[in-house]
C-alpha cells in the first residue's frame, strides 16, 4: 500500500487473513502500463506461477484489444461521416407514381451502369433480399405514420453480379403543410458492407477468443483458429505449422482455404506436405529472428523462402500464380520463449482493416496452446498417477496414524487377498507376520520422531486365506506444510514367488551340477589368464584332479608343460576378441590320466559379466565309440555295394531326369546287356519296348521308375514284360519301384528300382495252366460226380454228372445246396456225418441214396471225399466223388434174398452145411444141425479150427 498505511496495521490484517505469500504482477504491454494484479494466499503459490502469469497475460491483451478499439471506433466514426457527404447515393421516391428519382452512385454502388434499368418501386423491392423485404416495407409504413419518426435501416441489395450488399438507407417522408398524406419518401444509400463486413469479423474474432478458452486439444485450436483467420482475410489460404522438438523441425498441421486445391497442387508438382517441413537450424538468421518477434509481418521472398528454398523457385512462383497469392505475411507463435510454431496466411488482396485482430488472434493462440498444454501435461500427470495407483504391479496402500488402511490398490488386495472395503475396517497390524510385529512397530515410531525418512523391510503378512506371503515394503510417511501427519504410503512388492525361484535356481544350481558331473562330456570354464575356473567331474578325472583341487589351476601346473599353457591362453585370447567359436570336429589330446582320445573339442567365449574376468567355455567330448560307429559304417557300406552287385535280385538307381545312376550285373543279365552296351545308351531303346500283363505297350513317362519320381510314392508289383537282346526270348519281371528323400525335402532326388525275372514262374503259371485246363477237361467228362468243397464244407465245384444225379444245376448244388438232393430218409444222417468229417478231417465215405429232383428218380450213390492240403501240409478244403450203385444196389438186395433162402433150407435140413475161408483157412457158415451131430452150438463149432475138427473127426 506503498506504506501509506502504517505496519502494525497492516501486520495485524495478515494475521487475520492468514496470507502467507503475496505476489504481484504489473498489467503492461508495449511499454503501456493498465494496472496491476496483486494475489494474497494462504499456501505456497509457486504450483500456480504459470498459470497466473498467463491469466494475467491474457488479460493485458484483452484490455489493450478494448481500448485500442475504442480509439478505433472514434476514427472509424469520423470516417463514416466524411463518407455519408461524399460517396452516398441518392434517391426521392414520388409516392403517387412509383418512380424514383436517384443519383448515378445509386446505381454504380451495386454495380449497374448509371440509368441502366428503370428506377421504380417495384424494381428497387426486387433488388431487395427476399429476408429483408418485410422488414423494409413494415420501416416504411412506421415512418409513414410516426412524423417524429426517422426512417433509417440497414438491409442487403443485390448486386449486378448476383452478391449482396449491406446499405444504410435514411430518409424522410415529405408532406404538403396542413395534409397528413405524405406524396414524397427522399433519403440516401450509404454502402456499410466494410463496416459490416469489420463488425462481422469482429464478431467471428470474439466468438473465437471465447471458443479459444474452451477448446481441449490441440486439433480443434488449429481448426478453430484456421478456419476464423480464413474469413478474417477474406481472400486468402491460411497454412499452420508446429516445431517438433524431437527433430527440431517445423512441420504444417493444417491448410486452411485450399479445398480440393493443395491434393491437386501436390499432384501436379509432385510433391507431398514433408515437402513444406523445415529444419530449424536451416532457417536463415534474419528469418528465424522474425519469426521469433510475435508480430505479423508482411514477407517479401515469397513461398520459395517460406519453405527455405527446398522446393524449386520456379514450382514457388506457379503455386503462388496458380492461388493468385498478391501478398504473405507470416507470424510466429511464441509465448516466454516456447515455440508453437508459426501461420502464413497468403492473401490475394492483402489484409485490409483485420490486421490487428489476426495479430491479437495469434497471441491468443499462444496462451490457448499454453493452457492447453498445461491442462494436457496435468491431466497426463493425474492419469499417470491414476494409472500406477490402480494398474501398478506393485501394491500401493495409504495407512492412518491409527494404522487402519485408508486407500488399498488392486494388486495389493489381489495379494493379501483382502477387498479394499475389507481392509479400510482393519489394521495393517492384523495382517502383519506375529515375528514382524516388533520390528514394523520400531519403524513406525522412527519415522513418526523424524530419526528415518522411509524405511525398507522384507516382512511376511497373513493372508484371508490364511496363507503365508513375503513382500518388499516401502514405507514413506507424508506430512502437510506444518510437518504433521496426514498418512503413511507403503509400496509392497510381493515377492513370495521370487523367493519361491530362487529356491528353485538353487535347486536348479544344484540339478546343473549333477548334470555336469553325469554327462560324459569333458566341461570346463577357463579365465583369460588361463586358470580353471569351473570343471565338471569327468574333465577333471580325466586331468587326473578333482572338481574342487582344479580351480584357479592353470595347465602349466596340471600337465608341467609351460608351452601348451601359453598356447591355450592365446588361442583362447583370440577367442574372446574374436567372439567367434573354435571347433575342432576331430582332434586328439593326451589328458594326463587317461591317455590319448579322439575327441570334438568346442570353445566358446562367455558372455561378459560385469566385474567378472572374461572366460571361454570348453566343451570335449569323446568320439572313439563315434568312429568305431564310422568304422563299421564303411564296413557296411563295403557290404552293402558287395550285395548290390552280387544279388541275383537285379536293381538300380535313376534319378529324377530319368538317367540311370547305377545298374548291378543281375539287372543287366537280365535285360541281356553287356557293360558297354548299357554304357552306350541301348537300355533307353528297351525302356520304348516294354508291355503290361495285358499286352499293351508301356509309354516311357508311365514306367514303374518314371511313376515314383513324379508322384512321390512307391510303385509295388507291376508286372512287365520284354524281349531279352542276349536271348531275343521274351522276358517277364516284377518292378518295385521306391523313391527315396533327402531331410526336410518333398521331393525325390532318385528312385531306387528292384526288378525280379518271374519269366520262369510266368512258364510254370502256363504250365499249370494247361495241366488245370487237362484236369477240369477230365473231371468234366469223368463217368463218376466230382465235387469240390471249401474248409468249412460248402461246395464251391461240381461237374455234370453230379449235377445229373441230384437233378440240380451249378449253382443249386453251391454252398450248402447239395443237400436237396439227398433223400429225405437219409439227409439228417448225412449231414450229421458230413459235419463231422468237415469239422474232424481224415477220409469221408457213405453210402446214401439220391432223390432226382428233376425226374423225382431214386438212386444209391456211393460219395467218398478226402482232405485238400497245401504245400505245407495245412487243410484248405475237400474233394470228393460221388459214384452211383443203384444196379449194385438191385444186384445186392436179390442176393440177400437169394441167401435168405438158402439158409432156410440149410437150417432145415438133417446134413451139416459149412463154408471155408480158403485164404484164411475159418469157417464163415455153418448150418444149425451141427449142434444134434456133436452136441457143439453153432459158435462153438466154428471157433474151433478146422484142421482140429478134422483130427477130431
Known sequence: MMKKIPRSVCKVVEKQLNINQIRIMGLVSDGKHFGSVVVLSEGDLSTYTDAIESIVYQATQVIKRLRSEKVRELSEARLRSTFDAIEDGYWDWDIATGKIETNDKWFTMLGFNPNEFPATYENFIKLVHPQDINYIIQQIEVAQSDHDRQYNIEYR????????????????????????????????????????????????????????????????????????????IHNGFVTISKVDELSKTTKVVGFFGFSGAIEELLNRYRLSISSFATRLDEIEPEDLKMWQSNTLVKYEKGIYGIV??????????????????????????????????????????????????????????AIAIQRILIENESRETQARYQSIYKESPVGIVTVGADLKFISANAEFCRFI??????????????????????????????????????????????????????????????????????????????????????????????????????????????DIEGRYQLSNKAFADAMGSTALEIIGVSDQVLREDANLDNKVR????????????????????????????????????????????????????????????????????????????????????????????EINPAALEIFGLTEEEFNSGLLVEFSERMFDENGVKIDISDLPSNTAAKTRKPVVGQTISFINHKTNKETWIVVDAIPQFRENEQNPYQVFVTLNDITLLKQIEKELRNSELRYRTL???????????????????????LCDITGLDFDAMTGAGWVNGIHPDDKKDVVHRWQAFVQNGGRWTSGYRQLNQKTGQVSWVYDEAVELLNEEGIRIGFIGSVVELTEQKIAEEKLIKSEAKYRLLTENMKDVIWTLD????????????????????????????????????
Open 157 to 232: 441489395l443485390r448486386m449486378k453480379s448476383g452478391e449482396y450488399k449491406y446499405i444504410q438507407s435514411r430518409g424522410k417522408f415529405i408532406r404538403i403543410l396542413g395534409d397528413e398524406k405524405p406524396i414524397r419518401m427522399v433519403g440516401t444509400h450509404t454502402d456499410i458492407s466494410d463496416r459490416k463486413r469489420l463488425e462481422e469479423d469482429r464478431l467471428l474474432f470474439f466468438d473465437t477468443q471465447r471458443k479459444l478458452l474452451q477448446v481441449t486439444t490441440l486439433e480443434e485450436l488449429n481448426d478453430l483458429v484456421g478456419n476464423c483467420l480464413i474469413k478474417l
Open 308 to 365: 527455405n528454398k527446398k522446393i524449386p523457385k520456379k514450382i514457388c512462383q506457379l503455386i503462388e500464380k496458380n492461388l493468385g497469392i498478391n501478398e504473405i505475411y507470416v507470424m510466429g507463435c511464441q509465448l516466454k520463449n516456447n515455440d508453437f510454431g508459426g501461420f502464413v496466411l497468403l492473401t490475394k488482396n492483402g489484409l485490409g482493416q483485420n490486421r490487428e485482430l489476426i495479430e491479437t488472434l495469434i497471441n491468443d493462440t
Open 417 to 526: 487377498g483382502y477387498s479394499e472395503n475389507e481392509l479400510t475396517n482393519i489394521r495393517f497390524t492384523d495382517i502383519t507376520h506375529p515375528e514382524n510385529l516388533n520390528r514394523d512397530s520400531e519403524n513406525i515410531k522412527k519415522l513418526l520422531a523424524d530419526e528415518i525418512s522411509v524405511y525398507n523391510t522384507i516382512k511376511k503378512y497373513i493372508r484371508k486365506d490364511g496363507d503365508v506371503v513375503s513382500a518388499k515394503v516401502v514405507v514413506n510417511k507424508i506430512c502437510d506444510p506444518q510437518r504433521n501427519l496426514i498418512y503413511f504410503l507403503a509400496m509392497v512388492t510381493d515377492i513370495t514367488r521370487e523367493l519361491a525361484v530362487e529356491e528353485a535356481i538353487k535347486e536348479n544350481q544344484k540339478f546343473l551340477e549333477i548334470v555336469l558331473n553325469t554327462i560324459p562330456n569333458f566341461v570346463f570354464v577357463r
Open 570 to 661: 592365446l588361442q583362447d585370447i583370440e577367442i574372446l576378441q574374436t567372439g567367434k567359436d573354435w571347433i575342432e570336429p576331430d582332434v586328439e589330446l593326451s589328458f594326463p590320466k587317461i591317455g590319448k582320445l579322439p575327441v570334438h573339442f568346442v570353445k566358446r567365449a562367455l558372455p561378459v559379466i560385469e566385474n567378472k574376468t572374461p572366460a571361454v567355455l570348453g566343451v570335449i567330448t569323446d568320439i572313439s565309440e563315434r568312429k568305431k560307429i564310422e568304422q563299421e559304417i564303411r564296413n557296411r557300406e563295403e557290404k552293402y555295394r558287395t550285395l548290390f552287385t552280387t544279388m541275383r535280385q537285379g536293381a538300380f538307381y535313376q534319378d529324377t531326369d530319368k538317367n540311370i545312376l
Open 779 to 801: 473231371i468234366q467228362n469223368s463217368p463218376a460226380g466230382i465235387y469240390q468243397a471249401d474248409i468249412t464244407g460248402n461246395v464251391i465245384y461240381s461237374n455234370e454228372c
Open 918 to 953: 480158403t485164404e484164411t483157412m475159418q469157417i464163415t457158415y455153418m448150418s444149425p444141425s451141427i449142434e444134434k451131430l456133436r452136441g457143439y452150438t453153432v459158435e462153438e463149432s466154428m471157433a474151433q479150427g478146422f484142421g482140429d475138427k478134422l483130427i477130431d473127426e
